[in-house]
């Protein structure tokens, strides 16, 4: 599985948009691009994922660029619930395991 | 959908003895998976099933682990004579995969937290 790079760390005000960057240069033509965020004391939990085109629901968005090696999760309206550490990984299709790298620790502020 | 449900959730042991996990998946859910996580780091991958078979493992899986899936439903994990560097979360996961359906996400337990004292 190709590897991701991601900020450490992000902050973000309440009620605004949260854009959460990651590089994944080296992503195969077949690999897919995952989002997961991890609250404290909790499993990961899944947001969204994508092959080529851009994704929407009910939590987030997420933007491919046009040659796949990048891409960014937007949360439209953040809220401090959403203070969470945020995976974003590429799995090749019905491959067994996730690779997941350190992630980006995004802090909501009022 | 009741989620991956993991048992027991914190697990205290001694140096040496040896330890079960059991995960419940999602009901219709295929894979299983189990990871670990340490503190700060994102979870690492340990093996997965596809119903009761045991396709992968990862180096990390010394053989002191061994995890099984006897009717393709719930799984355990054991570790024999625990060492302190044990001590981490355990994370369960599941998913569905359809054949020639695409790619399906995994779906997490909260996991079992293991302190080794």
């Known amino acids: 599985d190709a590897k991701t790079t991601q900020p450490p760390s992000m902050d973000c005000a309440e009620g605004r948009a949260a854009n959460l960057p990651c590089n994944h240069s080296?992503?195969?033509?077949?690999?897919?691009v995952y989002w997961y965020r991890q609250i404290h004391s909790q499993g990961p939990q899944y947001i969204i994922h994508g092959l080529k085109n851009n994704e929407t629901n009910e939590m987030a968005s997420l933007i491919i660029t046009e040659d796949r090696k990048s891409s960014t999760l937007i949360l439209p309206h953040a809220t401090l619930r959403d203070t969470a550490v945020y995976y974003c990984i590429v799995r090749v299709t019905n491959a067994g395991k996730s690779t997941f790298g350190d992630g980006t620790t995004l802090t909501v502020k009022p | 959908d009741t989620g991956v449900s993991q048992d027991p959730r914190h697990k205290i042991t001694k140096r040496g003895q040896n330890v079960t996990f059991r995960c419940d998946p999602i009901?219709?859910?295929?894979?299983l998976y189990w990871y670990r996580q340490t503190l700060g780091q994102g979870p690492e991958f340990l093996t997965y099933f596809q119903n009761e078979a045991q396709l992968e493992k990862s180096r990390l899986l010394s053989d002191r682990f061994s995890a099984e899936r006897p009717k393709g439903s719930f799984s355990t994990l054991e570790i024999q004579r625990t060492e302190q560097g044990d001590s981490a979360m355990y994370l369960c996961?599941?998913?569905?995969?359809?054949?020639?359906?695409?790619?399906?996400?995994?779906?997490f337990g909260d996991g079992t937290r293991l302190s080794i004292l």
């Open positions: 009901s219709e859910h295929n894979r």
């Open positions: 996961a599941s998913s569905l995969d359809r054949t020639g359906g695409g790619n399906q996400p995994q779906h």
């Open positions: 080296t992503i195969s033509g077949n690999e897919y």
